[in-house]
């Protein structure tokens, strides 16, 4: 076993849109585990847009990432030393160990994984908590019928690719948004999505209004701002809308909502969400995502950055869209 391990911390808070200074890796020595603890080698470290507002310390729905500590995130590994009955090395396991190379639990809120169906770096996607979050905001929230219009914000994302999908499976139009030709076409001829409106193309709302025709009967918002506002004005009466994220709001030139009327107009149920509220519909959303990969009825897409020193520029890029659907960082 190494002694060392590498951790990158956050070190100072963003003033305005977060850059690469706000991180510091350094080198920790591992202490040896006491009785009835087990350490992990992460394999794959998990980047995801909600990391953006726990580095800030603004009023949330979660305390910020305290500084000068590891940053938060999710991570798969493997067991390389255990003292925990429970754990045996060579036991491939999720957690929260977040932006280091070793982890150290006494076994809480680690669950153990099953890679032999389902690769390892899956359970930090789609069967892990984007995979639910997608599956919760869909069928919880939105709860489409066969033949109602889906629109996705974000569609070739970790979390849009797989609401898109999943609509599809349900019977329903699916139309994402997305930004570029090459994603556009991913989500359509990969995914399966019926249509995709490339927002970077500079005709939104005609495009939107083209790929629904009969306007829109549930939204999975995962962007706000312009995107969420063109498809405020095309959303139907008693029309659903899943707020998963807000990632355009970081941007400086951020614009306040104009649509926002159609809230009252239409009357839209209007609900924001955190997955891990939900731990209820957990394991039947897993099973379900993990049947629907095993058997490759879901398909998914990883962006892959390689080492731990990978993460702070990879994690600056997943904000500003150049990752091309689950953003993650291979750590071994």
């Known amino acids: 076993m190494p002694e060392i391990n590498r951790q990158i911390l956050l070190v100072s808070r963003p003033q305005g849109a977060a850059s690469a200074d706000n991180f510091r890796l350094v080198e920790a020595p591992l202490a040896p585990l006491a009785d009835g603890e087990f350490r ?15 580095m800030s310390d603004s009023k949330s729905y979660a305390a910020p990432q305290p500084l000068n500590e590891v940053m938060i ?5 493997e067991v390389v030393e255990s003292k925990h009955p429970s754990f045996a090395v060579g036991d491939k396991v999720t957690g929260m160990f977040g932006w280091q190379e070793f982890g150290t639990s006494d076994g809480r809120g680690i669950t153990k994984v099953d890679d032999t169906r389902v690769p390892l770096s899956a359970y930090l996607g789609v069967v892990g908590m984007t995979g639910v979050t997608a599956w919760y905001g869909l069928n919880r929230i939105i709860a489409p019928q066969a033949g109602e219009t889906v629109v996705v ?10 609401v898109g999908q999943l609509a599809k499976l349900a019977g329903c139009r699916a139309v994402g948004i997305a930004g570029g030709e090459t994603k556009c076409r991913y989500v359509v001829q990969t995914l399966g999505f019926d249509a995709c409106v490339d927002y970077k193309a500079g005709r939104l709302c005609e495009d939107l209004e083209k790929a629904t025709p009969n306007g829109v009967d549930g939204c999975f918002e995962n962007v706000g701002g312009v995107v969420f506002d063109t498809t405020l004005a095309r959303m139907n009466a008693h029309g659903r809308i899943a707020v998963c994220g807000m990632i355009s709001r970081y941007d400086p030139n951020h614009a306040a909502l104009a649509n926002a ?7 839209l149920a209007l609900r924001g969400f955190i997955v891990y509220e939900h731990p209820d519909v957990w394991p039947e959303a ?16 990883e962006s892959v950055a390689e080492g731990l020193e990978a993460a702070p520029q990879a994690f600056l890029g997943m904000l500003e ?9 291979k750590l071994i």
């Open 40 to 54: 992990v080698r992460n394999h794959y470290l998990s980047l995801d847009p909600y990391m953006r507002g726990r």
């Open 73 to 77: 995130g999710g991570t798969a590994g």
């Open 153 to 162: 914000s974000a569609a070739s994302g970790a979390v849009g690719s797989v």
């Open 261 to 267: 009327g159609a809230i009252l107009t239409q009357r």
């Open 286 to 301: 897993l099973q379900q995502l993990g049947e629907l990969v095993a058997y490759r009825k879901l398909h998914y897409r």
């Open 321 to 329: 869209g150049r990752n091309f659907g689950k953003q993650i960082v």
